[in-house]
């Protein structure tokens, strides 16, 4: 970089929410260099909670989903181009079609890709989809559109919970099958999973809980016509969705030195990654659902989140920090927001609901299925969830961010709350569920021995 940060050589890799936003900030931020962005996909950014809502109701195509620019960052775009290594050494990256990129700065934005089906054979089969990148939106959309007689989704995540309420939406059959004992379990713990298998259950799903997909068959023909579970029973199916949670996108950084791992890329709170040794570089930047943070509300924990509101909040942090000398640099401590719709009902959250011991009903019931439950660690409130009742949700996110004690006072709740008994908020091991945590606390477990450096000389 030249002694001017507003100069130079910027490269972002990955053309995503985070990837575009942050190149608009950089721009916004006075940077006038030279900045290129890659991106694996052929399309330019795009909007990715809609796929598994609008598009698969067939309310809108999976190409009108383009993130709107706020601003024209004059970038570079090499779309439809993976990248496939980094040099921190020599600060380039390398492209799958053999071309190098020098950079001065480098902001990874690479993002997750969905799991896929353990058995490649078996994930082959025409039928069986996930859900992820557009191209996925509009081939699922395509064949719900034709009319299934039942969709199998295998996964009681949030996306798997979403494509099944579109199915139904849609006047289609459609089976669950979650490992775990409720869909949703592992990202709003036990209480509330069961509010979400009932709604699932009133709205005509076969929700199948604590079993597995052992194995999908296809009709010798190549089609996808059904699955064999754990427990001995058999789904006839032709469309299933394996909605198993995602994978972040590290692969192609494995020999940079970078602390990447499978919860993603660990930095600190100014987006700067860490090498394998934890030493925090000053050139390498990370945003997004790939990057792994500390978060002082959540024990310094290492938080891995899965969510469009932090991908928007840590790009202009990170751009902030790329164009800024050290002492006007300023960390990433937004609290999480996430929000799904699904069987008629808004779900909105604040804070790290698996960061919990216990929860309380602050407002409303599970019975009338609109309410606000708040979760407590330790004494303190760390989390909030309202279902059709968003208004609610500022207050609590306040309450969070003064590390309010638990259970909280009365406030915004419409009930005396020293009536209300916590209780556990039973949280499960994400090991025994089919989806993942789209909140992950996680100390760094690196998946390689460390190499002991001694110093020459």
Same mark, same amino acid.
């Given at each position: 970089?030249?002694?001017?940060?507003?100069?130079?050589?910027?490269?972002?890799? =990955? %053309?995503? &929410? +985070?990837?575009?936003? #942050? $190149?608009?900030?950089? @721009?916004?931020?006075?940077?006038? !260099?030279?900045? /290129?962005?890659?991106?694996?996909?052929?399309?330019?950014?795009?909007?990715?909670?809609?796929?598994?809502?609008?598009?698969?109701?067939?309310?809108?195509?999976?190409?009108?989903?383009?993130?709107?620019?706020?601003?024209?960052?004059?970038?570079?775009?090499?779309?439809?181009?993976?990248?496939?290594?980094?040099?921190?050494?020599?600060?380039?990256?390398?492209?799958?079609?053999?071309?190098?990129?020098?950079?001065?700065?480098?902001?990874?934005?690479?993002?997750?890709?969905?799991?896929?089906?353990?058995?490649?054979?078996?994930?082959?089969?025409?039928?069986?989809?996930?859900?992820?990148?557009?191209?996925? =939106? %509009?081939? &699922? +959309?395509?064949?719900? #559109? $034709?009319?299934?007689? @039942?969709?199998?989704?295998?996964? !009681?995540?949030? /996306?798997?919970?979403?494509?099944?309420?579109?199915?139904?939406?849609?006047?289609?059959?459609?089976?669950?099958?979650?490992?775990?004992?409720?869909?949703?379990?592992?990202?709003?713990?036990?209480?509330?999973?069961?509010?979400?298998?009932?709604?699932?259950?009133?709205?005509?799903?076969?929700?199948?809980?604590?079993?597995?997909?052992?194995?999908?068959?296809?009709?010798?023909?190549?089609?996808?016509?059904?699955?064999?579970?754990?427990?001995?029973?058999?789904?006839?199916?032709?469309?299933?969705?394996?909605?198993?949670?995602?994978?972040?996108?590290?692969?192609?950084?494995?020999?940079?030195?970078?602390?990447?791992?499978?919860?993603?890329?660990?930095?600190? $709170?100014?987006?700067?990654?860490?090498?394998?040794?934890?030493?925090?570089?000053?050139?390498?930047?990370?945003?997004?659902?790939?990057?792994?943070?500390?978060?002082?509300?959540?024990?310094?924990?290492?938080?891995?989140?899965?969510?469009?509101?932090?991908?928007?909040?840590?790009?202009?942090?990170?751009?902030?920090?790329?164009?800024?000398?050290?002492?006007?640099?300023?960390?990433?401590?937004?609290?999480?927001?996430?929000?799904?719709?699904?069987?008629?009902?808004?779900?909105?959250?604040?804070?790290?609901?698996?960061?919990?011991?216990?929860?309380?009903?602050?407002?409303?019931?599970?019975?009338?299925?609109?309410?606000?439950?708040?979760?407590?660690?330790?004494?303190?409130?760390?989390?909030?969830?309202?279902?059709?009742?968003?208004?609610?949700?500022?207050?609590?996110?306040?309450?969070?961010?003064?590390?309010?004690?638990?259970?909280?006072?009365?406030?915004?709740?419409?009930?005396?709350?020293?009536?209300?008994?916590?209780?556990?908020?039973?949280?499960?091991?994400?090991?025994?569920?089919?989806?993942?945590?789209?909140?992950?606390?996680?100390?760094?477990?690196?998946?390689?021995?460390?190499?002991?450096?001694?110093?020459?000389?």
């Amino acid at each position: 970089m030249t002694g001017d940060p507003g100069d130079g050589r910027i490269v972002v890799v =990955g %053309a995503s &929410l +985070a990837g575009l936003r #942050a $190149a608009e900030a950089l @721009r916004e931020e006075g940077f006038t !260099g030279s900045l /290129t962005v890659v991106g694996d996909e052929p399309y330019p950014p795009y909007d990715r909670p809609p796929l598994s809502k609008q598009v698969l109701l067939g309310e809108a195509a999976a190409d009108s989903t383009g993130l709107p620019m706020r601003r024209n960052p004059e970038a570079e775009w090499r779309l439809g181009v993976r990248a496939t290594g980094l040099d921190p050494l020599r600060k380039r990256v390398t492209l799958a079609d053999g071309e190098s990129l020098p950079y001065d700065r480098l902001l990874i934005a690479t993002g997750t890709r969905a799991r896929p089906w353990r058995n490649p054979e078996e994930a082959a089969l025409d039928g069986v989809f996930t859900l992820r990148t557009r191209d996925d =939106g %509009a081939a &699922l +959309a395509e064949r719900l #559109a $034709a009319g299934p007689q @039942r969709v199998l989704v295998i996964g !009681g995540g949030f /996306t798997g919970s979403e494509i099944a309420s579109a199915c139904r939406e849609r006047g289609l059959e459609v089976t669950v099958t979650e490992r775990g004992p409720a869909p949703l379990v592992g990202a709003l713990g036990g209480t509330l999973s069961k509010l979400a298998a009932a709604m699932q259950r009133n709205h005509g799903v076969d929700l199948r809980c604590g079993v597995t997909v052992t194995a999908l068959r296809g009709d010798g023909g190549g089609r996808f016509v059904g699955a064999d579970l754990s427990d001995g029973s058999r789904v006839e199916a032709d469309v299933c969705v394996a909605a198993l949670g995602a994978i972040r996108n590290v692969e192609w950084l494995a020999d940079s030195g970078l602390a990447a791992g499978p919860r993603g890329i660990s930095c600190d $709170a100014g987006c700067r990654a860490f090498d394998m040794y934890g030493i925090v570089t000053d050139d390498v930047f990370v945003a997004g659902d790939v990057s792994r943070f500390p978060h002082p509300l959540f024990g310094y924990q290492m938080l891995s989140l899965e969510h469009w509101g932090n991908a928007v909040a840590q790009a202009a942090v990170a751009a902030h920090n790329m164009v800024s000398p050290g002492p006007l640099r300023r960390p990433h401590l937004a609290v999480p927001t996430f929000w799904s719709t699904q069987f008629g009902l808004n779900i909105k959250s604040v804070g790290v609901p698996t960061y919990s011991d216990h929860v309380v009903i602050a407002q409303g019931s599970l019975e009338a299925r609109r309410l606000a439950m708040v979760y407590g660690y330790q004494g303190r409130v760390t989390a909030a969830v309202t279902v059709d009742m968003a208004k609610s949700l500022p207050y609590y996110q306040h309450l969070i961010e003064t590390a309010a004690p638990f259970p909280p006072g009365s406030g915004a709740a419409d009930r005396p709350l020293a009536a209300e008994i916590p209780i556990p908020s039973d949280v499960p091991d994400p090991k025994g569920l089919s989806h993942g945590p789209t909140v992950a606390l996680t100390g760094y477990l690196p998946d390689r021995r460390l190499t002991v450096v001694h110093p020459t000389g």
